[in-house]
T-cell receptor, first 113, second 114 residues
Framework: TQLLEQSPQFLSIQEGENLTVYCNSS?????LQWYRQEPGEGPVLLVT?????EVKKLKRLTFQFGDARKDSSLHITAAQPGDTGLYLC?????????????FGKGTKLSVKP | DSGVTQTPKHLITATGQRVTLRCSPR?????VYWYQQSLDQGLQFLIQ???????AKGNILERFSAQQFPDLHSELNLSSLELGDSALYFC?????????????FGNGTRLTVT
């Protein structure tokens, strides 16, 4: 069974701090995606990482896909209150049919001004 | 705005009842997905449709059913509701329904069963 485990579950920091959240699995994934979900809204895709060792940057957010394609991390530099939300990683569900994703349970980030 | 519309936004009903959740996908998207989000289980895939046909099934209970209509909108029917069915139900759509086709989520329907 494919599982994506995210850590930490909760993170509360002050504005300006740096942070890293993790997404780990015992299974190999062909790609992983990161979503951010704000209260009252659906998840919004931030990035897709496809190649082992790949690093992608989105402004102050840096995403890395592990060399073995079993894990990924999201690093935020100089966090801002607008970064507050639930960060979810997701990967293709090979056990089922094409197209659907399995999600980790997420890291709930709170950035205080 | 993702372009995916879900109605209603909130739904409160009693145990044993039946409800219908509606989703209009983003213009041009042929595939629709339904997900259930609860605090303890996270986002769980329920079912996927592509151009009116069922494509994949996940952890969907037998009391739940869905369909995608010719105009591509989809409905999720939940019957014999139990307290444990209280959750956020999200619809997402994508162009092709393949792994690399990004999902666009609606803002969900919050179902409360009392």
């Amino acid at each position: 069974t494919q599982l994506l485990e995210q850590s930490p579950q909760f993170l509360s920091i002050q504005e300006g701090e740096n942070l890293t959240v993790y997404c780990n699995s015992s299974s190999v994934f062909s790609s992983l995606q990161w979503y951010r979900q704000e209260p009252g809204e659906g998840p919004v895709l931030l990035v897709t990482v496809v190649t082992g060792g790949e690093v992608k940057k989105l402004k102050r957010l840096t995403f890395q896909f592990g060399d073995a394609r079993k894990d990924s991390s999201l690093h935020i530099t100089a966090a801002q209150p607008g970064d507050t939300g639930l960060y979810l990683c997701a990967g293709p569900n090979y056990g089922g049919s094409q197209g659907n994703l399995i999600f980790g349970k997420g890291t709930k980030l709170s950035v205080k001004p | 705005d993702s372009g995916v519309t879900q109605t209603p936004k909130h739904l409160i009903t009693a145990t044993g009842q039946r409800v219908t959740l509606r989703c209009s996908p983003r213009s041009g998207d042929l595939s629709v997905y339904w997900y259930q989000q609860s605090l303890d289980q996270g986002l769980q895939f329920l079912i996927q449709y592509y151009n009116g046909e069922e494509r994949a099934k996940g952890n969907i209970l037998e009391r739940f059913s869905a369909q995608q209509f010719p105009d591509l909108h989809s409905e999720l029917n939940l019957s014999s509701l139990e307290l444990g069915d209280s959750a956020l139900y999200f619809c997402a759509s994508s162009v092709s329904g393949q792994f690399f086709s990004p999902l666009h989520f609606g803002n969900g329907t919050r179902l409360t069963v009392t």
